[in-house]
T-cell receptor, first 109, second 113 residues
């Protein structure tokens, strides 16, 4: 089966950098997704990592270590609009996404 | 390009009634998924269509839930009869292929009273 663990809540200051961790266990690895979800809205895709290392996309970067079952999402130059839930998700073999419970990030002034 | 759309955005029904949710995927996306998020819990997979065929319905909670995708375009999810524990937000997503980025709709918030 699959298991995903993320911190429930985090708070960070506008302009700062925050790292949101995700650890996982899975019987077969097909990559890891990060989604952003604002309250009352649909999840929106942020990144997909399938190889080890850091992938950068503007202010957002995602890191993966397959051997450690570990990923993180790095958000730089935080803005108030970055306040949202960040969901780590796995596509297990042959079935669609399994989501973690998400990390609720609050950005404060 | 239009995104994934869902209708209705909100639905409040009484226990025992029937509700049908609709999802229109992005045009050309063969893969369509239904997910549900109940209060305080993670988003959970319900089922996956490839065109009009059910690829995986292992997440469907019980036989009160029926999903269809006639013609391989839009999909409906019917709950009959609805129970209190069915309350939650039902999301639909579509993708060009499996393991590709899934685009989510805005969700339908279902409240069963």
């Amino acid at each position: 089966g699959q298991n995903i663990d993320q911190p429930t809540e985090m708070t960070a200051t506008e302009g700062a950098i925050v790292q949101i961790n995700c650890t996982y266990q899975t019987s077969g690895f097909n990559g890891l997704f990060w989604y952003q979800q604002h309250a009352g809205e649909a999840p929106t895709f942020l990144s997909y990592n399938v190889l080890d290392g850091l992938e950068e996309k503007g202010r957002f970067s995602s890191f993966l270590s397959r051997s450690k079952g570990y990923s993180y999402l790095l958000l730089k130059e935080l803005q108030m609009k970055d306040s949202a839930s960040y969901l780590c998700a796995l596509p297990p073999p042959n079935t669609p996404l399994v989501f973690g419970k998400g990390t609720r990030l609050s950005v404060i002034a | 390009e239009a995104g994934v759309t869902q209708f209705p955005s909100h639905s409040v029904i009484e226990k025992g009634q029937t509700v049908t949710l609709r999802c229109d995927p992005i045009s050309g996306h063969d893969n369509l998924y239904w997910y549900r998020r109940v209060m305080g819990k993670e988003i959970k997979f319900l089922l996956h269509f490839v065109k009009e065929s059910k690829q995986d319905e292992s997440g469907m909670p019980n036989n009160r839930f029926l999903a269809e995708r006639t013609g391989g375009t839009y999909s409906t999810l019917k709950v009959q009869p609805a129970e209190l524990e069915d309350s939650g937000v039902y999301f639909c997503a579509s993708s060009q292929a499996e393991l590709y980025e899934q685009y989510f709709g805005p969700g339908t918030r279902l409240t069963v009273t």
